[in-house]
């Protein structure tokens, strides 16, 4: 359909005054009584539109994207959802005016649409009305440095509609229009209940803050004293401000409505979204420049604003300044990924129910337009969290849709030098992460492994080439090894490893990469890259080995010149298979203690745990990681969702992380031995574990490449074992037992 003949509205100039804009699109048609059949619906928006049909919601969007080829949603609608006689369309658009962490701006902004029902066809034109979102502020603060801008809006205000400027749908910045490669979010809908209610005394010196909405309720916060309570009714008084505190019951991600009736007009409220309390007790945490919050000036009688910005949070404290009595109510629906959920993991240990089912929601809610790091502060498509993410989804799901999109977003921000942004879009230019752009690499060829085809390496051979060149040829170098580049912002990990100068790790992951990719490009048919990365990993494996293992000890150290010997970079040469007769004493001095609890130099962060975990795998220590996994991730369960960092919950760091939820695909590793990128072969190795008191029985269903899935269950029975194995057609079980391997096709049960 497209959207051909369509013009991009805005209710004035589009390049002129656009910094924390919100605009408003109407158009009023009549149909006849509609027929059974669907209307079919184009639509964008710069940035971010909300599209109503007679005041119901239908859609948001666009995903993330780059103008060059800039998103539009298609999507059908029942016809059933018109009305017979007048009906109305009516969008909101948000334009931050300024760059994100998922935006680049480019000085425009627009909406534009297009409608089909039967042959008939209706446009966005000069026959549409415009305005802005009346008493919507436009110097408010934002949200957080990586998101747009917090919404202060004056419930009492109206303005007229007016004639929008028009544009032709081909205009800069959007010369090409593209339809969106990811559906439409979708969702429950979610109303919060109220938990507590706490007032505290504010004197004529502490009003209502401004262009930051956080400030001043935050500061008073503390001073408050939180009870509990079940009704949304706020009684303020004259020298006061009183707090409501609103639960969800977990973290959740999507369209907010807030609604508040019983106003006089006039009353300021303020909406403080927060993640973490305590006792009833918010903890919440903003700076000058930035919090998440939302301003209503409440009109009389009720007041309804609905943020066009998605939000991501747990708790929402609605503080009430001075006299007035009003009930609140906020309410989400969800906007995520669509999943189709058809996989799990399950056992007879309800913890480890509790935390799989804890890991699932915490992938789910940050999967939107793209893996995001969190729903809450940032929502970063990180490339580093969604290789880890990739491996939770193919667990539950056979979906490579978010991780081909990021792919390519990645590959989209790649400098003249080679190396990528860390997360994408963005013009964050401190973000630019070179290992991350090794994980780039590496990602391309883990989805070329799980589609079972080599077309997404011909898509991105060339930028894998260039992206290589750097650390082959522009990287600095100390005898032979990548060191660290001063212009660039060297990740690794949170925790305090080793970056000055040529890094263990960082030269470990530069292996891994140009391993995969030789090994990719020879599968695809590109013999001559095959065999340029192929020596460069032989010549990089040989200096490795001279340079920083350390024989003496049978540790490598954490990089040229240190005298550590850390969990990372024995992790890595595990992973690797570097230094193979040295193994057991890098699990038994480094990471065992680690799984363990014991402090060490650098504890990895929640996030990098997951590559530890595999290499313990690697030798069977599956008791050492399910303890790890059950002592870490239980105390997340009350919070409902994965910690960023284990146990923090200072209303700093995020507690809904999905590069914590790596349990996900653990759990499948550590009971039965599969493989998280398994997927799409025809043979696929099973290794049950019998051992665990704890669970004596599990249960694993994985999504399969040809619709089907992948069912093994066991039971022990005293010292014998009951296994059934339900294979995909065409697919072999080798299911790896004490007695040796036995090879399934079909269904099969047994006893051992």
């Given at each position: 359909?497209?959207?051909?003949?369509?013009?991009?509205?805005?209710?004035?100039?589009?390049?002129?005054?656009?910094?924390?804009?919100?605009?408003?699109?109407?158009?009023?048609?009549?149909?006849?009584?509609?027929?059974?059949?669907?209307?079919?619906?184009?639509?964008?928006?710069?940035?971010?539109?909300?599209?109503?049909?007679?005041?119901?919601?239908?859609?948001?969007?666009?995903?993330?994207?780059?103008?060059?080829?800039?998103?539009?949603?298609?999507?059908?609608?029942?016809?059933?959802?018109?009305?017979?006689?007048?009906n109305e369309l009516r969008a909101e658009v948000s334009q931050p005016g300024v760059n994100t962490f998922g935006y680049r701006h480019e000085g425009s902004a627009g909406f534009i649409l297009a409608l089909e029902i039967g042959g008939a066809r209706m446009v966005t034109d000069d026959a549409w009305q415009a305005r802005f979102a009346p008493g919507v502020r436009t110097d408010s603060a934002l949200l957080s440095i990586q998101l747009g801008h917090q919404e202060h809006v004056d419930a009492r205000a109206d303005s007229p509609w007016a004639r929008p400027t028009t544009a032709p749908y081909t205009a800069m910045p959007w010369p090409v229009m593209k339809r969106a490669e990811l559906p439409l979010l979708a969702g429950e809908t979610k109303v919060a209940r109220p938990v507590s209610i706490g007032q505290a005394d504010a004197d004529a010196s502490v009003r209502p803050s401004h262009p930051n909405a956080a400030l001043s309720a935050w500061s008073l916060l503390d001073k408050a004293d939180f009870q509990p309570c079940a009704s949304g009714r706020i009684s303020g008084r004259t020298d006061a401000m009183t707090a409501l505190v609103l639960d969800l019951g977990r973290v959740e991600v999507g369209h907010v409505t807030l609604r508040f009736a019983g106003g006089k007009g006039g009353e300021t409220v303020d909406v403080l979204y927060h993640e973490v309390a305590n006792a009833g007790k918010p903890v919440y945490w903003a700076t000058p420049e930035a919090g998440f919050a939302t301003r209503v000036v409440l009109k009389a009688g009720e007041s309804v604003f609905s943020p066009v910005q998605r939000l991501g949070f747990r708790y929402a404290t609605v503080c009430l300044w001075g006299e007035g009595e009003i009930d609140a109510q906020v309410s989400l629906v969800q906007e995520m990924h669509p999943y189709e959920v058809s996989g799990g993991f399950t056992s007879c240990d309800q913890g480890l129910n509790a935390i799989?089912?804890?890991?699932?929601?915490?992938?789910?809610?940050?999967?939107?337009?793209?893996?995001?790091?969190?729903?809450?502060?940032?929502?970063g498509q990180w490339w580093g969290d969604a290789r880890?993410?990739?491996?939770?989804?193919?667990?539950?799901?056979?979906?490579?849709?978010?991780?081909?999109?990021?792919?390519?977003?990645?590959?989209?921000?790649?400098?003249?030098?080679?190396?990528?942004?860390?997360?994408?879009?963005?013009?964050?230019?401190?973000?630019?992460?070179?290992?991350?752009?090794?994980?780039?690499?590496?990602?391309?060829?883990?989805?070329?492994?799980?589609?079972?085809?080599?077309?997404?390496?011909?898509?991105?051979a060339q930028k894998m080439e260039r992206a290589l060149a750097y650390f082959s040829a522009s990287a600095p170098q100390l005898q032979g090894l990548i060191a660290y580049d001063d212009r660039y912002w060297l990740f690794l990990d949170w925790a305090e490893v080793f970056k000055n100068g040529a890094s263990a790790m960082y030269n470990m992951w530069y292996l891994a990469a140009?391993?995969?990719?030789?090994?990719?490009?020879?599968?695809?048919?590109?013999?001559?890259?095959?065999?340029?990365?192929?020596?460069?990993?032989?010549?990089?494996?040989?200096?490795?080995?001279?340079?920083?293992?350390?024989?003496?000890?049978?540790?490598?150290?954490?990089?040229?010149?240190?005298?550590?010997?850390?969990?990372?970079?024995?992790?890595?040469?595990?992973?690797?298979?570097?230094?193979?007769?040295?193994?057991?004493?890098?699990?038994?001095?480094?990471?065992?203690?680690?799984l363990s609890g014991k402090e060490d130099l650098a504890r990895p962060s929640t996030y990098w745990t997951s590559y530890v975990c595999e290499a313990a795998l690697r030798y069977g220590h599956r008791q050492e990681v399910a303890g790890f996994i059950r002592r870490v991730w239980t105390p997340m369960l009350p919070d409902g969702s994965c910690h960023e960092v284990a146990g923090k919950r200072d209303g700093r760091g995020s507690i809904s992380h999905?590069?914590?939820?790596?349990?996900?695909?653990?759990?499948?590793?550590?009971?039965?031995?599969?493989?998280?990128l398994c997927g799409s072969e025809t043979t696929v190795d099973?290794?049950?574990?019998?051992?665990?008191?704890?669970?004596?029985?599990?249960?694993?269903?994985?999504?399969?490449g040809n619709g089907s899935a992948l069912r093994v269950s066991f039971e022990k029975r005293g010292a014998a074992a009951h296994i059934r194995v339900d294979a995909p057609q065409g697919v072999t079980v080798r299911l790896h037992l004490p007695g040796g391997v036995r090879e399934m096709i079909g269904s099969a049960v047994l006893d051992v």
């Open positions: 359909m497209g959207l051909e003949g369509a013009q991009w509205l805005w209710p004035q100039a589009r390049f002129v005054h656009l910094v924390c804009r919100t605009a408003q699109f109407r158009r009023v048609f009549t149909m006849e009584t509609p027929a059974t059949g669907e209307a079919r619906i184009c639509v964008s928006g710069d940035r971010l539109y909300r599209l109503y049909l007679n005041g119901e919601h239908i859609a948001s969007g666009p995903p993330r994207g780059f103008h060059d080829e800039w998103p539009y949603d298609e999507f059908t609608l029942p016809l059933s959802r018109f009305r017979a006689g007048e799989h089912a804890l890991c699932l929601h915490t992938q789910r809610i940050c999967s939107m337009d793209g893996y995001v790091d969190t729903p809450w502060r940032e929502q880890v993410q990739f491996k939770n989804t193919l667990a539950f799901a056979r979906d490579v849709r978010l991780f081909a999109f990021g792919t390519e977003a990645i590959g989209h921000v790649q400098l003249d030098n080679g190396l990528t942004y860390g997360l994408a879009p963005s013009r964050a230019h401190t973000c630019i992460l070179p290992d991350f752009t090794l994980q780039w690499i590496i990602g391309v060829c883990d989805l070329c492994r799980v589609q079972g085809s080599y077309e997404p390496y011909r898509q991105h140009l391993r995969q990719a030789g090994l990719t490009a020879a599968a695809a048919g590109d013999e001559k890259r095959s065999t340029l990365w192929t020596a460069q990993g032989q010549a990089l494996e040989e200096r490795i080995m001279r340079l920083l293992f350390d024989a003496d000890r049978g540790l490598f150290l954490d990089g040229l010149g240190a005298s550590t010997h850390g969990v990372h970079a024995q992790t890595l040469a595990i992973l690797l298979g570097l230094a193979p007769l040295a193994h057991e004493r890098m699990l038994r001095e480094t990471i065992l203690p680690f999905a590069w914590s939820a790596h349990p996900l695909y653990l759990l499948p590793l550590v009971y039965f031995g599969l493989d998280p099973i290794r049950p574990w019998l051992d665990d008191e704890q669970a004596p029985s599990a249960t694993l269903v994985r999504p399969w």
